[in-house]
C-alpha cells in the first residue's frame, strides 16, 4: 500500500501541480506557456523544468533547472522550491478537478480518512 502512495504522490510532484495561474505566477512564466492537459505529459517533470528555464526569476531558474554539465536531472533547490509551492500556493482539490489521476489520489486519500474531504 505505501508504494501506491509514493507513486501518486511522485505524481503530484510532476503533473497535477501544473494549473495554470498559479504555477505561472509562481514561476514568474507567461499563462500561456502552461501545459492544459498535465496527466498527459508523457514527461511532466522535465516539463515543469522546461517552463522554469523561460522563468523571469533568476531563483527559480537556478533552483528547478538542473546544472550544466552535471549529472542530476534537476537542479540543486528543485525538491525545496516545490515543497515550498505545496505548502503555500498548491490547492489540491482545486488541481484534482483538471488532473484525473490527482482526483484518483485524493479519493484513495479520503477513503484511508473516512472523515476526510471528497473532491
Known amino acids: ?14 503533473a497535477a501541480v501544473l494549473k495554470h495561474a498559479v504555477i505561472a505566477r509562481f ?5 500561456s506557456k502552461v501545459p492544459t492537459d498535465p496527466d498527459h505529459l508523457s514527461k511532466p517533470k522535465e516539463a515543469l523544468i522546461g517552463l522554469a528555464m523561460r522563468s523571469k526569476s533568476r531563483a527559480i531558474r537556478e533552483a528547478i533547472v538542473p546544472v550544466q554539465g552535471m549529472t542530476a536531472r534537476v537542479g ?12 503555500e500556493k498548491w490547492r489540491p482539490r482545486v488541481a484534482a478537478k483538471k488532473s484525473p489521476s490527482l482526483c484518483r ?11 476526510g474531504k471528497q473532491c
Do not use: K, W
Request: no cysteine; charged share 10%.
Open 27 to 31: 514561476l514568474s512564466i507567461s499563462r
Open 76 to 87: 540543486p533547490g528543485y525538491s525545496s522550491v516545490m515543497a515550498l509551492f505545496a505548502a
Open 105 to 115: 489520489l485524493m479519493h484513495y486519500l479520503d477513503n484511508l480518512a473516512p472523515e
Open 1 to 14: 500500500m505505501q508504494s501506491a502512495i509514493t507513486i501518486a504522490v511522485e505524481g503530484f510532484t510532476d
